[in-house]
């Protein structure tokens, strides 16, 4: 039985993989995010973060594909894909398989450094960091990754797309408590570029971005 489910995640594989070769590029995301210690500005910020349609989003763990037979796979948002196939239902896999995938990577490589300083910081809390691999789709196909924290620390949108050129749709948070809205929040579009690192900061926190193509 063991054989016979090692032999079926390897025809999954190599079927997304042969998929992928035919669609786009793929790149790898690197996130740090960090709470400042003490922060003050004068500076006035929108109230609520206006927070995209769920139907715009994907989970960043796809909790259906952990709890099934696929759970080995790191593959995110994939689930009726590898169903489709494990069913047999040829006819459905292609109709189910998403435009933009995202595959959970497990270590830091650009961004390890900044990380380990951040940690050694006195005035600067490190809240978390991420990592994936993703392609990058046109604007019309890209969805929004989303991820909170289980204790409502901090969460994020991303949503990365090409128009002519590279782009970065963010809103990251913080303290999301209770029912009154997001109110410490970062809200940014831009135009990014390979190979390049980002940060964004608010008064009370602040995020860095690396993307790197594959």
């Known amino acids: 039985m063991k054989y016979f489910k090692f032999i079926l995640i390897i025809i999954i594989l190599s079927s997304f993989q042969a998929i992928k070769a035919e669609n786009k590029d793929e790149y790898k995301i690197e996130i740090v995010l960090f709470d400042f210690n003490t922060s003050s500005t004068n500076e006035i910020f929108k109230t609520n973060l206006d927070e995209p349609d769920i139907n715009e989003t994907v ?3 796809d909790t259906e594909l952990i709890n099934t037979a696929s759970k080995y796979s790191k593959f995110e948002n994939i689930s009726s894909y590898i169903s489709s196939i494990i069913e047999y239902q040829y006819n459905k896999k292609m109709a189910s398989y998403p435009s933009t995938w ?27 960091h991420h990592s994936w691999i993703q392609n990058i789709p046109e604007f019309n196909e890209s969805k929004y990754l989303r991820f909170k924290n289980n204790d409502f620390d901090y969460g994020f949108y991303i949503k990365l797309y090409k128009k002519r050129f590279l782009h970065l749709d963010l809103k ?35 995020i860095l971005f690396s993307i790197n193509k594959i």
Do not use: A, M, V, W
């Open 59 to 61: 989970e960043f763990y």
């Open 102 to 128: 995202y595959r959970e990577s497990d270590n830091l490589e650009i961004l390890e450094n900044f990380k380990n300083n951040i940690s050694k910081d006195n005035n600067i809390k490190l809240l978390g």
């Open 172 to 206: 990251s948070f913080i303290n999301q408590k209770g029912n009154n809205g997001i109110k410490i929040f970062i809200d940014k579009e831009h135009r990014i570029f390979n190979e390049e690192i980002y940060l964004f900061d608010h008064p009370e926190f602040g």
